[in-house]
């Protein structure tokens, strides 16, 4: 299953870094914890970060019923939604050889908002499932009120493209004789040490999800 | 020295996470690799994620000549750049209260294309530097043909806003009670060992920037 190329997925250059297939846009949305989603308001772009989560060809953001953002989404305008994963700095012998490995998704479209009580559970659920998975079991529930205090967005992932570039530097061929360090230095977002809340008593255990946080 | 609140960089929500003062904005541009430019071409909002350095109060990005984005950011339309830091899942006894800690900044302003030989010069030697701290000294320099095959612009930073979240969660009152763990479990990119160019003589001893790569 492939998404098809249009005017605002194609690459334009370097087309060989483009993915089109939706195995690929999915395993970098899945692995993100971030989005940007970019809007027009007034002929001005805004880039604003805020979690997400995919379920099947759906994409949900949230958010306080009172945010500016998320009304103006709602209201239908154009969005793109961009998801960047930074895989590791590329030293190459020449500085124009510079890069870094990254992978990316581009997705574009209109939002619409979850009036639906099931639907907005199961896509609080979904949302809170993609950062910590495990959790929802273990928490308190939305209250109605809470849940009337919450927007939900839907965005079907329709038009959407993948960019990656992965592997050592590509130098020009005369530049290999420089007697220069060229390689990769990974770079991978780690958890550390969980730091318990001041409030929370000594007697609760720490949950395997947050001991070992593994994306 | 603070930035003024704009209708663009006013916070609606939260004003408590809101944060003007050059500061704290330059500390997390500092830190970020990548930002995330959102941009308007025939009423669709872009958000391109690109490499970036900042010298005093500009913002510098670069790229292929032949990039699209870069043609039309330099023809002068208004841009948003938007970096973040992610820095912890935020656990909390309802899942109302999840969040997560970050650092974020947005600037709004025009990009103009940098045609002087030296700014250009020394605009792609901070964007190195930013990435790879020592990194330009080792390497081969552009020549005029890279010079040439390179676009970069500069972006002044004026209107700009940092928004941050930071410390444990915030649970209603009589949650407090309630036998759930909660707290923080931290993130940061993390640099791995370095992996060597496939085609590095034997003999290159890896730089130091490069062994210990630290941000």
Redesign the interface.
Known sequence: MTFPQTD?TKL??LPKRGHFDRETVYSILDEG??C?????LD???????T?YARVADTLYVHG?Q???MLRNLASGI?????V?L?D??V??????H?S?N?R?V?V?GRATIIEEPSEKHAA?LAL?EH??RG??A??????DE?MK??TVLRLPIEEASAKIRTG??LDDEE??A????????????????????????PE????AY?AH?KR
């Open positions: 605002r334009k250059r914890f971030i940007h989603i970019g809007f027009v002929e001005q772009p805004f880039v604003i970060p979690g306080s009172a945010s500016r154009d969005a793109c939604v961009t960047t930074l590791g700095l030293l190459a012998r020449s500085a124009f510079h870094m990254y990316s581009l574009f609080l809170s950062i910590v959790r929802w273990d928490v308190r529930e939305p209250t809470e205090q919450t050592p530097p530049d290999y420089l007697p220069i360090w060229a390689g990769v230095v990974p770079l991978k977002l780690m958890a550390g040490e969980p730091v318990k809340d001041p409030r929370l008593p609760i255990p720490i949950p947050a946080y």
